[in-house]
């Protein structure tokens, strides 16, 4: 018998196929959610309606529904996501930005549309932030401004009559750089010493979910740092290790 379901939105992702991979090996029944279908998860859902956000939203509903039942999860981790650079005099301003709003607010919009209906009491929803969505973002604004929706969005999640199950945990995590396959491509000069390992986060999503160590205040916006191989989660103005 699965220790508990999971789902990982974006679980074909760099981070995604590492949280699926970690969960999988602490006997939990994961399903994925991404634009591909995931070989290590127990059920996929493929995400094919691109261009309309409702149609996008009622696609995935209806078959993440056909999968769970009535069955509950015990957590939702939104690790979709994705970077792009412009600022407001670059051609591609709106495009970018149109994309990046795509990849982070709609991905985590119904994501957290789905804990409402398939999560737990008490069960985890993280979202994808990021840390320099907490000031301006002059290089990249149609990321900054994707970002920092999500970060409001964990707030109102986290607040009375959310929509979200009771007791449920929210929080967004905000890393600096995760050390990815692509980020190694095209940074290949920069100091890795300070990059999350993507191991580091999917252990502590299993913390949150299985509450083994206690878990922030809900609707934290969560920086990680990475320095000298060691990892810190600073909950606002305090530190988690």
């Known amino acids: 018998m699965a220790n508990g379901k999971i789902i990982v939105y974006g679980g074909n992702g760099a981070l995604g196929r590492e949280v699926v991979s970690f969960f999988k090996g602490k006997n939990f029944w994961v399903g994925s959610i991404d634009l591909s279908s995931s070989d290590s998860a127990d ?54 930005a149109d994309m990046m ?25 993280t979202l994808s932030g990021a840390a320099p969505s907490l000031s301006g973002t002059a290089g990249m604004m149609g990321y900054g401004m994707a970002k920092a929706a999500v970060h409001q969005l964990t707030k109102s999640l986290a607040g009375k009559n959310s929509g979200l199950p009771e007791n449920s945990f929210v929080a967004a995590t905000l890393p600096v750089t995760l050390d990815t396959p692509m980020n190694r491509k095209f940074m290949a000069s920069a ?33 990680i740092t990475t320095a000298d191989g060691k990892t810190n989660f600073d909950i606002e103005s305090s530190l988690i290790h």
């Open 101 to 125: 709003w795509k990849q982070s607010v709609w991905s985590s919009t119904i994501a957290s549309s789905l804990a409402a209906k398939h999560l737990n009491q008490g069960g985890v929803l």
């Open 191 to 223: 100091d890795m010493s300070k990059w999350t390992p993507l191991s580091v986060i999917a252990e502590k999503f299993h913390d949150w979910c299985s509450n083994q160590n206690g878990r922030p205040e809900s609707g934290s916006l969560i920086h």
């Open 43 to 96: 059920a996929s859902v493929v995400v094919t309606a691109l261009t309309d956000w409702q149609e996008q939203q009622k696609d995935i509903h209806h078959k993440v529904s056909d999968i769970l039942g009535e069955d509950k999860v015990d957590a939702i981790f939104c690790v979709a996501g994705g970077w792009a650079g412009g600022n407001a005099s670059s051609a591609d301003f709106v495009k970018n």
